[in-house]
């Protein structure tokens, strides 16, 4: 597959979309010529549940998010957010997106509760909802502290919080859990999940794949500011990547020159296991990988297993597949 | 709208940057009325004895020798009319007490230029701070009218400045009107003061506005007071260095500091150095000049203006990262 044929696979076509781009692009002047950030990104966010809007570092997912809430403006292409074109209608739709953009930004000599206050007053919420929504993120005790003296998770909880002003309907989690300790990072995925279960459509972009795959119901890959492959996490695992196995046995070096000559993949694993998956002569597709023709072959050269374990691929390997094919990593810059 | 400008001032009036301008505005002027108390208070007679005294033995001396300082200096290689002296006179031998009308006039003066200096940083940081910290982009992100949002905070730095001002103005009117009074001093000439205190509230919620835009285009409370350096310095450079160049001078009709200053004084004079060669040598003329106090109102008007839907420009297109 080429970056060209388009992505991998595709929303079921009844589905209604809280966030579509069409054909979005941004690049962004440098010194050494243009640098294109996002080019033409059609980009489909499912309303309700998690999306996980992935990609490696400098892949063009903040700017995206920036491009959907107004901040900074696209160079072509449309972006519908529930409906109304962005950023011309954004005013009408603002209320119903809560956002944190990156690291949270507040006045660092006012207290969370002054920060939040000053949010309220301009959006109209009640000042009361101030306080339950700190309570709610579990920041009711140091309220009153300066922000400047907040941990970097208490930051970010204070961003949740601000998000929570307006009873959203779409929230937009820029990478929520940089730089947070395990504890942190669970109790973010904890809150993202229960803000989908609740009827909430959370769109949260990260670089720590296996993080979003815990919790997203469905994700976007883009790699060059260009999307790679979307879906549903479990069609995007299935369809996305080649299965394989994990085989122990008493003589692993005998065993994968057996499975190499009868064309299977063999990679040795440092546990002394072998990682055995479908090549491209053992008369198999990629991802139909027969266990049975493993155990059989092996056991006619008197090798017998002890152990047979189906791999089943993850989005990590999933995303490196497909910017493998792509040769596609961080932003590049677009010829001059 | 109205809930945009209520955030806002609940912010402005929250920062520190703000507290510590409003104190020292106030510490400037209270620590002046030390010098309007003694200016207002009548000298004893011994005091103005020996002020008369020496008023005399300076004004027999500059008679007897006048003339011969005065070819000195030309013999120096001066031009006459710089070498020409003036004569000591008794206004400046405090034989009376300052008058409510003068002592006044130097209060308000100071009351202007620190309130709107004061203004200027205020709005500049209240702005550059936004940008500085990063909390413009969350703003944005909860309120993305991007005109209302230029507005609200414009609004909110200008009529801040204006109460500001006024406060400071009726601060340093009060105090003069009350120490002339309490040494028996009288209160005269107060329609004039009173309106160029209206004149210098006017002029502070101008640089107010003038700070918010600098510090909104430069994204930096730090860039905005460079940009106010770097003016005074261009100041310097055509007044001081270039003070005798007759074509720097006849740029102050568009300076705005002279165009500031006749806002305030109700006018501004200045003079143009014309040089002649004569056969005497090289002799220089000054050509008087006025700046009207329309002039100056247009003058600022359209600058502001100009800032305002600039700044405003810049805001609407700009990328916030």
Redesign the interface.
């Known amino acids: 597959m080429t970056a060209s044929a388009g992505p991998r696979h595709a929303m079921p076509p009844s589905t209604t979309y809280a966030v579509e781009t069409h054909g979005l692009r941004k690049s962004y002047r440098t010194r050494r010529g243009r640098l294109m950030a996002v080019a033409g990104l059609d980009l489909m966010v499912p309303a309700g549940g998690v999306h996980g809007f992935l990609g490696p570092n400098g892949s063009g997912k903040t700017t995206t998010i920036?491009m959907l809430?107004?901040?900074?403006?696209a160079d072509a292409g449309d972006i519908e957010v529930f409906d109304e074109y962005v950023?011309t209608r954004?005013?009408d739709v603002?209320d119903r997106?809560g956002?944190i953009?990156e690291?949270?930004?507040?006045?660092?000599?006012?207290s969370g509760h002054?920060n939040l206050?000053?949010?309220a007053?301009?959006?109209?919420a009640p000042a009361a909802r101030v306080g339950r929504v700190l309570e709610e993120v579990g920041l009711g005790d140091r309220a009153r502290s300066k922000y400047r003296t907040y941990s970097l998770g208490m930051k970010q909880r204070l961003a949740i919080a601000?998000t929570l002003l307006?009873d959203p309907e779409l929230l937009i989690f820029d990478e929520p859990t940089n730089g947070l300790d395990p504890a942190g990072i669970h109790e973010i995925r904890a809150t993202m999940r229960g803000l989908a279960d609740s009827g909430k459509t959370v769109l949260v972009s990260s670089h720590i794949l296996s993080e979003v795959q815990q919790v997203a119901d469905t994700v976007s890959i883009i790699g060059r500011g260009r999307l790679l492959a979307q879906g549903a996490v479990d069609d995007i695992l299935d369809a996305g990547s080649q299965e394989s196995a994990r085989v122990g046995i008493a003589d692993p070096a005998r065993a994968a020159t057996v499975l190499a000559e009868a064309g299977f993949a063999v990679r040795s694993l440092p546990d002394g296991m072998l990682n055995v998956a479908a090549g491209p002569r053992a008369g198999q597709s990629a991802t139909d990988l027969d266990l049975a023709q493993i155990t059989r072959l092996l056991a006619e050269h008197q090798l017998y297993v002890f152990e047979l374990t189906p791999v089943r691929a993850d989005l990590e390997s999933v995303f490196l597949e497909l910017t493998a094919e792509d040769h596609l990593g961080a932003t590049s810059r677009a010829p001059q | 709208m109205i809930?945009?400008i209520?955030?806002e001032i609940?912010?402005l009036r929250?920062?520190?940057f703000t507290h510590i301008a409003l104190l020292a505005v106030l510490m400037i002027l209270s620590i002046f009325q030390l010098q309007v108390n003694s200016d207002v208070n009548p000298p004893s007679a011994e005091a103005v004895a020996a002020n008369q005294a020496q008023y005399e033995r300076d004004l027999k001396e500059w008679e007897q020798h006048h003339e011969e300082w005065e070819q000195q200096c030309v013999d120096a290689g001066q031009p006459r009319e710089q070498c020409a002296g003036v004569a000591p006179t008794k206004e400046n031998y405090g034989l009376a007490a300052v008058p409510f009308s003068e002592i006044a006039q130097i209060g308000l003066r100071l009351a202007i230029y620190l309130t709107g200096l004061a203004m200027f940083l205020v709005a500049a940081s209240f702005i550059g701070?936004e940008f500085t910290?990063?909390?413009i982009?969350?703003?944005?992100?909860?309120?993305?009218?991007r005109v209302s949002v230029f507005a609200s905070k414009l609004i909110t730095v200008a009529t801040f400045a204006l109460l500001v001002s006024v406060l400071a103005s009726a601060f340093v009117l009060g105090m003069a009107a009350l120490l002339t009074s309490v040494h028996g001093g009288e209160v005269s000439g107060l329609h004039a003061r009173l309106s160029m205190a209206g004149r210098g509230v006017a002029v502070a919620g101008a640089l107010a506005v003038v700070g918010y835009c600098v510090g909104l285009i430069t994204r930096h409370t730090a860039a905005a007071l460079g940009v106010l350096l770097g003016y005074l310095f261009v100041w310097f450079i055509r007044n001081a260095v270039l003070g005798e160049q007759a074509w720097a001078q006849r740029l102050t009709p568009w300076s705005p500091e002279a165009n500031l200053a006749a806002i305030v004084d109700n006018g501004y004079r200045y003079a143009i150095p014309v040089k002649k060669l004569t056969e005497g040598g090289l002799s220089v003329e000054y050509l008087e000049r006025h700046v009207s106090l329309v002039h100056g109102a247009v003058y600022w008007t359209v600058l502001l203006a100009g800032l305002i839907i600039v700044a405003l420009l810049i805001f609407r297109?700009r990328?916030?990262?």
């Open positions: 920036r809430l107004g901040l900074i403006r950023p954004l005013p603002i997106i956002a953009v690291q949270p930004k507040f006045f660092p000599s006012f002054k206050q000053l949010l007053s301009g959006i109209g601000a307006k | 809930r945009l209520g955030a609940n912010r929250s920062r520190r701070a910290t990063g909390a982009a969350n703003w944005l992100s909860f309120v993305p009218r297109r990328d916030v990262t």
